[in-house]
């Protein structure tokens, strides 16, 4: 019987050694949302494959299933980003966008708009070369916001003013509101007017111009706190790649 075989386009977010040469890859692909490949003998001198295996390889897979498992057959790299690769912060940073999109995708569901995200991300801190922590924060948010968590960003939440008076971001109710009228003190991340306009850039301004804006140092450290803290109370957890970046940079400058 023939098996089955299906081309997709993904980028690698995770690759684990197995037995013998043997790897599985989690890839996230535009048509099939997050799916496990096992690309049989990817360690091995003589492989074919092993180029599109790699940790945040985008490349067009053609897939084999047999027994509900997806093999890797062939592989053709459109994007390996070795511009990130080559820096260690930037590799760094990139693992946590990969861990962070792992944790946030959906298997079995159109994820084209994540993709995007991700492959958008890692050419703005590759080739475009824009600042690290803006690019974090704005890729934090977005995120949040197309997996389904957008916060409500456009007026104060309970007293609807459109530009709250010291302004917060509620990180477990997902609203921006003033300080005096709903801050919650365990939840509320303070934002500045530069930082909020930021904010509202990222969730309602054009996706391809996502990284294409710059922010006064304090206002881009608050956007970029309230976009962690934001990330850590809708996921319910941390990250070791974003605590293996940060210790890469006690003392970051921005
Ligand atoms: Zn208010």
Do not use: H
């Not at 890692?122 to 704005?138: S, T």
């Not at 054009?206 to 996921?235: I, N, Q």
Request: charged residues 25%.
């Amino acid at each position: 019987m023939a098996r089955e075989r299906t081309v997709v386009r993904g980028i690698v977010l995770r690759s684990v050694d197995t037995k013998e040469s043997d790897k599985i890859l989690t890839v996230l692909t535009a048509e099939k949302g997050k799916i496990s490949v096992v690309a049989k003998g990817a360690r091995s001198r003589r492989s074919r494959v092993t180029a599109v295996t790699q940790l945040l390889a985008y490349a067009e897979m053609t897939l084999s299933e047999s027994r509900g498992w997806q093999y890797l057959t062939e592989g053709s790299p459109i994007m390996l980003f070795d511009k990130v690769k080559a820096d260690i912060e930037l590799l760094a940073l990139a693992s946590y966008f990969a861990e962070l999109t792992e944790a946030a995708a959906y298997e079995e569901a159109e994820s084209g708009a994540v993709l995007s995200l991700l492959l958008n991300a890692l050419y703005a801190l590759g080739e475009l070369k824009k600042p690290q922590v803006l690019v974090k924060a704005a890729f934090e948010l977005k995120l949040m916001a197309t997996i389904g968590f957008e916060p409500l960003a456009d007026a104060c939440a309970y007293c609807g003013r459109p530009d709250p008076v010291d302004p917060v971001l509620d990180i477990r109710g997902g609203v921006v509101c003033c300080k005096a009228c709903g801050g919650r003190e365990k939840f509320s991340m303070p934002l500045t007017g530069g930082s909020l306009a930021a904010l509202r850039r990222v969730l309602y301004g054009d996706p391809k111009r996502l990284y294409s804006f710059a922010l006064a140092e304090g206002d881009l450290a608050r956007l970029a706190d309230a976009a962690e803290a934001y990330v850590f109370t809708t996921l319910e957890r941390g990250f070791k790649t974003l605590d293996f970046y940060k210790g890469l940079r006690p003392s970051a400058s921005l």
